[in-house]
């Protein structure tokens, strides 16, 4: 019996899909193995995904992973020499041409990048074995593992020796960019697509992968030939988020006005802050353009803890946000109107991107496939479906974890995938992007990234 165990380490946010292929061929289940968390409030939450943050002890291993890393770093003092990585992904494939050699950790203690990947992927693959339950028959592990799409040159062989500094063995390690599994998952969910297998038709068609996250939008070209191959054709990074990140600006909105009601709880109860952003997520992949009002649940801890619905009304009445935010209840009560705007503004961003500096090249596509975060939104699914009204759109509704979902198939199929990037003249990558030319007409993008926004709360 084969076990394909898929693993998304993304920038915000980890997932993971495993699928067990029984002896027939065509019976398989599939399944994600969940994460849970418990705050000291006894507050417990079960997710298919969790933060892309590790914590190590001050001799270099491994404590915990999520939330949990979140969770036991709040305990620690400020003297503790524990490693708490943020965004290491980022910082791994993301922020220059090449890998760097050391991580920084919150406290800017250093460790070896590859210690740090090594020890992540060996702490996910023990907590999947650990939780999945495999019938105690004979197993076949293989492992199937992302890489984001825009990642920098050396990323796959960096991956591969991590996995096998994990444990894993080389013949049983696949590693795959996240757009191509996104492709791989689309071409196979017949809700979207209609497509189910492979055919003549599929191949050789070109697509538009978006993947839409908290800060930025990953803009991608693939196609599938007739080998039985995925080949990247475009790919770069593009801030569509302006100077921040909707997110980001929504608590700023909050915790600017009610700092000291609001932002001294999330420090004592981090899983309170946790259930907030899931609902703050949700509450904004829901805002139409007709909404008018966002309402927000504020917990029982929080209301009994602090008495803060009255206290946090004040701290709103003394400043400008007065007549955009109110706390009525267990309520927070906002306009929406801000929030519509980013939405848009990001829409126009990745339409203006598409059509100024792809189109010149790949005007033959139709289909745009919208992937992420925020990829749910009704106003950026409006504006995209709107602008390219005679493409075909393809939106899987599990957005964030479609990648993961096509690693998986990746792993099961043998499908390989490849770079062949195209040259376009008038690409202007943002964020100092250099177009380096190299052999032929194929280029390869260096990209210098901006520092990235961090949330202000945690």
């Not at 090249?361 to 390219?388: C, R, Y």
Request: net charge negative; glycine share 4%; with cysteine.
């Amino acid at each position: 019996m084969d076990v394909i165990i898929a693993i998304k380490l993304g920038i915000s946010h980890t997932s993971n899909v495993c699928m067990i292929n029984y002896y027939q061929p065509k019976d398989c289940e599939e399944f994600n193995v969940v994460f849970d968390t418990k705050s000291n409030t006894q507050l417990q939450t079960t997710s298919v995904t969790t933060p892309t943050v590790t914590l190590f002890d001050d001799k270099g291993a491994i404590q915990s992973y999520g939330f949990e890393a979140e969770i036991q770093s709040k305990k620690l003092d400020n003297e503790s020499n524990h490693l708490l990585f943020r965004e290491f992904i980022w910082d791994l494939f993301c922020s220059d041409e090449k890998l760097p050699e050391n991580l920084n950790a919150v406290n800017g203690r250093q460790m070896k990048s590859i210690d740090v990947m090594a020890a992540v992927l060996g702490y996910m693959i023990s907590h999947i074995k650990t939780e999945a339950v495999f019938q105690g028959l004979p197993l076949t592990l293989k492992y199937v593992l992302t890489i984001p799409t825009c990642a920098c040159k050396g990323s796959r062989t960096f991956m591969t020796e991590a996995a096998l500094k994990a444990g894993c063995s080389r013949e049983n390690i696949k590693i795959v960019e996240e757009a191509a599994a996104i492709l791989l998952f689309c071409l196979h969910d017949k809700q979207h697509t209609g497509v189910t297998t492979l055919d003549d038709d599929t191949c050789n068609r070109k697509y538009f992968v978006v993947e839409c996250e908290e800060d930025n939008a990953a803009i991608s070209v693939l196609t599938y030939t007739n080998e039985n191959m995925i080949e990247i054709l475009y790919t770069d990074n593009a801030e569509i988020w302006k100077d921040g990140h909707i997110l980001n600006d929504f608590i700023e909105i909050i915790s600017l006005n009610t700092r000291k009601a609001l932002l001294d709880f999330f420090e004592k109860y981090p899983m309170e802050y946790y259930n907030f952003l899931q609902e703050v997520k949700t509450k904004l992949r829901l805002t139409s353009s007709d909404c008018s009002k966002l309402y927000l649940n504020i917990s029982s801890v929080m209301l009994e803890e602090k008495r803060c619905s009255e206290s946090m009304q004040e701290a709103v009445l003394g400043t400008e946000r007065k007549d955009e935010l109110k706390f009525i209840g267990d309520k927070c009560v906002i306009k929406s109107e801000r929030f519509q705007i980013l939405f848009t503004e990001a829409g126009r961003r990745i339409v203006d991107y598409i059509e100024k500096e792809l189109f010149d090249v790949f005007a033959d596509i139709n289909h745009i496939i919208l992937v992420g975060e925020f990829a749910q939104s009704p106003i950026l699914q409006d504006i995209i479906k709107t602008s390219f009204s005679a493409k075909n759109i393809i939106i899987p509704c599990e957005g964030n974890i479609t990648a993961v979902r096509g690693a998986v198939l990746l792993g099961q199929r043998s499908i390989s995938v490849g770079k062949k990037i195209v040259h376009t003249m008038n690409h202007t990558p943002l964020n100092n992007a250099q177009v380096v030319l190299t052999e032929g007409e194929r280029i390869e993008i260096n990209k210098k990234k901006s520092p990235r926004k961090r949330c202000v709360i945690i």
